[in-house]
């Protein structure tokens, strides 16, 4: 697949934006590492309630867990998908050794509820660090007001963190200083810091979605703005590691902390298909996708123009959207509420399923 090799040679690193357990016993997640450049993969509570809820793969383990005793939903999840999030970073095993501890990641959330609980949302990741026990995988915190000292703990305690639910470059701006701090402390404390790795995931299609609901249906700014927001904040990457702060933890080993494009699956039919792919391509990021964006940018996507430092006509779109009524921060505020809504919700869901799977278990099957 020359178009997406071509991607990851421009040093994007491509991660698949679902996964399953068909994915894994297919053996199509192992083709799509081996054919499709893929190296690495994210999840969260509405993929799993996808793949938990629409298959019964699952049930065999569910049967057993019942078996052995488990019989609270929230655990037999953990159950059920840390087993493929270990599985899939076993796949992606050699590309983390291949890329020096750089890319080969699969992310697991902590679960939503505890978007506000700042020290929960701590125990649960180290939990899940352990119980997950590799070194190519990330836990996913989100973003939130509470979520910004609790990455900045993980960084601390050596968990490798994928922040989550990121919209605003003010957050943003918040998640660096929390990495770089967590790093200032673990190697105060003589931790060693080649291996503790981050990305920061920013959401982007959803921004359009919400802003082009303001503009004139001929407005050339539809489309626009979520890809100017990404581009100033790459600019804010660019300019936060590379400051002297940076160069002196770099020089003790430590790892950048790569922005994340998330959300990339075009939600408007008159957009192209690739649009945030090919304009979000630059050094140094992430770009997980879905299936479908995958698989067309290997059709037809184009690498030819690459993101520049410059954040001159990134800035003039922002502004010139402001003069058009379009409240960024405002957007950007709601859109982290609604983000962190939406994962309750789904994983509401997923509890509910695997609750009703748990009461028609087989006559016979213990529940204690």
């Not at 799993?48 to 037999?76: C, H, N, V």
């Not at 993980?154 to 470059?169: E, H, I, K, P, Y």
Request: hydrophobic residues 40%; proline residues 3%.
């Amino acid at each position: 697949m020359k178009r997406l090799q071509a991607l990851h040679e421009a040093g994007v690193s491509i991660w698949l934006d679902v996964l399953s357990r068909e994915l894994l016993d297919s053996g199509e997640f192992a083709t799509l590492i081996r054919e499709y450049a893929v190296t690495g993969a994210t999840s969260n509570p509405t993929i799993f309630a996808k793949a938990i809820t629409g298959s019964d793969r699952y049930d065999e383990q569910i049967r057993s867990a019942l078996a052995a005793g488990t019989t609270e939903p929230q655990e037999l999840f953990f159950e059920l998908a840390l087993d493929d999030v270990r599985r899939a970073a076993d796949l992606l095993h050699e590309v983390h050794e291949i890329s020096g501890g750089r890319d080969g990641f699969v992310s697991f959330e902590c679960t939503p509820d505890l978007a506000d609980d700042t020290q929960a949302t701590i125990e649960q990741a180290l939990e899940l660090w352990g119980r997950l026990d590799r070194p190519n995988v990330m836990i996913k915190v989100p973003a939130t007001a509470a979520g910004v000292p609790a990455i900045e703990e993980l960084t601390a305690r050596g968990v490798n963190v994928n922040v989550t639910l990121l919209f605003s470059v003010e957050r943003y701006e918040q998640v660096i200083d929390a990495y770089l701090a967590g790093l200032d402390r673990r190697a105060a404390l003589g931790g060693a810091l080649e291996r503790t790795a981050s990305v920061a995931s920013f959401f982007v299609s959803r921004v359009d979605t919400k802003v082009d609901a303001l503009l004139s249906e001929d407005s050339d700014l539809r489309g626009r703005v979520a890809i100017a927001n990404a581009h100033r904040a790459y600019g804010r990457f660019r300019e936060r590691f590379s400051d002297q702060r940076w160069t002196e933890l770099g020089h003790a080993g430590a790892r950048r902390q790569r922005p994340l494009w998330a959300s990339t699956g075009t939600k408007d039919p008159s957009f192209s298909d690739v649009l945030y792919v090919e304009e979000l391509i630059a050094p140094e990021t992430v770009n997980t996708m879905p299936m479908g964006t995958l698989e067309a940018f290997a059709d037809h996507g184009n690498v030819e123009h690459a993101l520049s430092v410059d954040t001159s006509a990134a800035e003039e779109t922002l502004d010139r959207a402001a003069q058009a009524g379009v409240d960024l921060d405002t957007i950007t505020s709601d859109l982290e509420r609604e983000g962190v809504a939406t994962f309750c919700a789904a994983y509401t869901e997923l509890l509910d399923c695997i609750a009703a799977k748990v009461r028609t278990r087989p006559a016979g099957t213990p529940i204690s």
